[in-house]
């Protein structure tokens, strides 16, 4: 899940209340890196506060604990697969090393997943509500 999408998340319309639900109820897994969540610490405060970030935090802590559905990874490569926008690297990679099916996003840099040969696709969440919850 990029930032972009994590901010709206938990921003204050909640505009994708479905996937924080699938979440908690343990549907839905999310996985972070430490970069990943270095960046999450770092944007939302500054675009939402710190006790957004705070919210964030324990709501991950918190399923992650009940569900086991926070996947941490740490990736030792670098994949390289988005050359416009490389900081986005980071969510690519982690979701490769998971093997994940999706990369929840709205940021267009992420379509070259589309063709790239490995397995994490990009999808819009309004998309991804609506074909898998």
Excluded at 31 to 46: D, K, Q
Excluded at 62 to 91: C, M, Q, T, W
Aim: aromatic share 12%; glycine share 4%; charged share 20%.
């Amino acid at each position: 899940m990029d930032t972009n999408v994590l901010l709206q998340l938990y921003g204050t319309t909640q505009s994708y209340y479905q996937i924080t639900d699938a979440l908690q109820q343990g549907r839905l897994e999310i996985a972070v890196s430490n970069e990943i969540l270095l960046e999450y610490e770092e944007t939302l405060p500054r675009l939402s506060g710190q006790r957004r970030w705070e919210m964030v935090w324990r709501f991950l802590d918190g399923v992650s604990r009940l569900h086991n559905n926070v996947l941490y990874a740490e990736p030792h490569f670098r994949f390289a697969v988005i050359s416009e926008d490389p900081d986005d690297n980071k969510f690519v990679d982690c979701a490769i090393v998971v093997q994940a099916d999706y990369i929840l996003t709205s940021d267009h840099h992420f379509d070259v997943l589309q063709t790239s040969g490995y397995r994490p696709k990009p999808i819009h969440p309004q998309k991804f509500i609506a074909s898998h919850l």
